[in-house]
């Protein structure tokens, strides 16, 4: 991937021990982060599928994204041509998303999304499906990496992402999440925002202004200690201040 050291069956055993170790979704994050950047992927999102009707940004668990560009996913409606989402929807195993995009018109939407994705340092993508019982339960993606991963890489990257949402699922479950109380007013936003409404939606559905909204999500990205609205819905889900 870059010139650090392969991620071989032993570093896989390594990173899988300090996954364990997690106590809280920080400490995971913070770990996880840590242990793709030594073999050069700077970009992670943990999402679950969204059933019919279901906001992707409700499903995401935990992400580190470039700045601004989970803001132009979900405003510009790019869940609707995301081809990684698609191929992780219908593949039962992992893929590159190089692959994808060799498979797309340099002329559709798709094509379009890709591009702008590596224009925001999205590079040579990897996406892993994670099956449970019930057939496809989520997906796992790392980008921001600087080459495609040997197939040996694959794999044990494989391993140690499907280890790792099986523990980010335990702490999510396992561990009461504190966060500071919201008023009735940002927890509605926050609801409807989760629904995958935009905030001129939000505005009109409760007869506010536009920028009352956005000075609500302002407050509300404070009180929660995130850095956008994504994450504070993802965080709002998790700590039951909204259902899901």
């Known amino acids: 991937m870059t010139d650090s050291p392969p991620f071989s069956f032993d570093k896989a055993s390594e990173a899988l021990g300090q996954i364990k170790a997690a106590r809280s979704l920080k400490d995971f994050e913070d770990v996880f982060l840590k242990i793709i950047g030594e073999i050069g992927y700077r ?19 935990s992400m580190h994204m470039p700045q601004g560009w989970d803001k132009l996913y979900f405003d510009l409606g790019f869940v609707d041509v995301d081809p990684v989402l698609k191929r992780c929807v219908a593949s039962p195993d992992p893929f590159l998303w190089a692959d994808v995009v060799a498979g797309l018109s340099v002329n559709s939407p798709e094509y379009a999304f890709m591009r702008k994705a590596e224009e925001h340092g999205l590079t040579h993508g990897v996406c892993f499906p994670v099956h449970g019982v019930n057939g496809l339960e989520a997906g796992v993606s790392l980008s921001g990496g600087a080459k495609a991963p040997s197939t040996t890489e694959m794999r044990n990257l ?87």
């Open 158 to 244: 494989h391993l140690f992402c499907l280890y790792a949402f099986n523990k980010l699922k335990s702490i999510a479950k396992g561990s009461a999440i504190s966060v500071p109380a919201l008023t009735k007013r940002e927890r509605e936003i926050l609801l409807w925002s989760a629904f995958g409404k935009t905030n001129r939606q939000v505005a009109e559905i409760l007869f506010l202004s536009e920028k009352t909204v956005a000075t609500h999500f302002k407050k509300i990205i404070k009180k929660l200690s995130v850095q956008n609205k994504a994450e504070a819905i993802a965080l709002a889900l998790r700590a039951g201040l909204i259902p899901g």
């Open 43 to 61: 970009y992670f999102v943990f999402g679950g599928i969204p059933e019919d009707g279901k906001n992707l940004g409700a499903c995401i668990v």
